[in-house]
């Protein structure tokens, strides 16, 4: 894949642009091994300077996609390249009309029994020609994961769909990479609740302005307290302008 990496603060964001994204999709899925794609937050841009799994997840990913307007404009102040910032649900959408034009396959992971039954019909109903070769709830006991993982690999889909419900989230993956050979992963924790209707996805408008961390407030509004390490993201910006060449 042409795909170019710039490092923020360290971390590698990949610059992948919309008319470029159907062959990046289908390099990635051609590509030897199990492959991942990360979406890439602030908040997780942040986490991912540390000494951590996931830290290891992200640079290791295959693609790191950003979906923080403050990335794109802390790759602005620091003179990189500037990455394009991707909607995470129209995402998914795009990755699985590429798929289902290419006769491919999804297999989904995640939500409660009824809401996984719910967006799997909705899912059939939209994409017509996307094969879903398997489902499973999230949230399920850990006796039964050694199941889980066989039957993801057994069936060999396209595209792993990850959702609520998955044990560490962007990290199941990378923590179980070697048991799988094919597939790409990819974890978006609200997909299954919007594909099965009980959730609403952000408005492009509300997301083009950079406002979706109010909706999360309102859910939440311990979120408020987001703001200390939005202040550091500033500071290191600052400082690494100033200090550091990547």
Same mark, same amino acid.
Not at 162 to 191: P, Q, T
């Given at each position: 894949?042409?795909?170019?990496?710039?490092?923020?603060?360290?971390?590698?964001?990949?610059?992948?642009?919309?008319?470029?994204?159907?062959?990046?999709?289908?390099?990635?899925?051609?590509?030897?091994?199990?492959?991942?794609?990360?979406?890439?937050?602030?908040?997780?841009?942040?986490?991912?300077?540390?000494?951590?799994?996931?830290?290891?997840? $992200?640079? *290791?990913?295959?693609? &790191?996609?950003?979906?923080?307007?403050?990335? @794109?404009?802390?790759?602005?102040?620091? /003179? +990189? #390249?500037?990455?394009?910032?991707?909607?995470?649900?129209?995402? $998914?959408? *795009?990755?699985?009309? &590429?798929?289902?034009?290419?006769?491919?396959? @999804?297999?989904?992971?995640?939500?409660? /029994? +009824? #809401?996984?039954?719910?967006?799997?019909?909705?899912?059939?109903?939209?994409?017509?020609?996307?094969?879903?070769?398997?489902?499973?709830?999230?949230?399920?006991?850990?006796?039964?994961?050694?199941?889980?993982?066989?039957?993801?690999?057994?069936?060999?889909?396209?595209?792993?769909?990850?959702?609520?419900?998955?044990?560490?989230?962007?990290?199941?993956?990378?923590?179980?990479?070697?048991?799988?050979?094919?597939?790409?992963?990819?974890?978006?924790?609200?997909?299954?609740?919007?594909?099965?209707?009980?959730?609403?996805?952000?408005?492009?408008?509300?997301?083009?302005?950079?406002?979706?961390?109010?909706?999360?407030?309102?859910?939440?509004?311990?979120?408020?307290?987001?703001?200390?390490?939005?202040?550091?993201?500033?500071?290191?910006?600052?400082?690494?302008?100033?200090?550091?060449?990547?």
């Amino acid at each position: 894949m042409a795909i170019e990496k710039v490092k923020l603060l360290g971390v590698p964001v990949d610059v992948c642009k919309p008319q470029d994204f159907e062959k990046t999709i289908m390099d990635l899925l051609e590509k030897e091994g199990s492959k991942q794609i990360v979406f890439l937050s602030v908040w997780n841009l942040l986490k991912a300077r540390g000494h951590n799994s996931y830290a290891e997840c $992200v640079r *290791n990913a295959d693609l &790191v996609i950003p979906i923080s307007k403050s990335i @794109i404009s802390g790759a602005k102040f620091l /003179k +990189k #390249t500037v990455p394009f910032r991707w909607n995470p649900f129209e995402t $998914v959408i *795009n990755i699985m009309t &590429v798929l289902e034009t290419h006769y491919k396959s @999804i297999y989904l992971l995640g939500g409660h /029994k +009824k #809401t996984l039954m719910a967006a799997e019909k909705n899912v059939r109903n939209t994409f017509s020609n996307l094969q879903i070769v398997g489902r499973y709830v999230g949230y399920y006991p850990k006796s039964v994961e050694s199941d889980v993982i066989s039957a993801i690999y057994k069936a060999s889909p396209s595209l792993v769909l990850m959702s609520s419900g998955v044990r560490d989230k962007d990290c199941w993956f990378y923590n179980r990479k070697e048991k799988f050979d094919h597939s790409i992963f990819l974890y978006f924790n609200d997909a299954i609740d919007i594909f099965s209707e009980r959730k609403n996805h952000v408005d492009r408008m509300v997301f083009e302005k950079g406002n979706e961390i109010w909706g999360e407030v309102m859910r939440n509004p311990l979120k408020i307290f987001l703001i200390f390490p939005f202040i550091w993201y500033k500071v290191l910006l600052v400082w690494y302008r100033l200090f550091v060449k990547e």
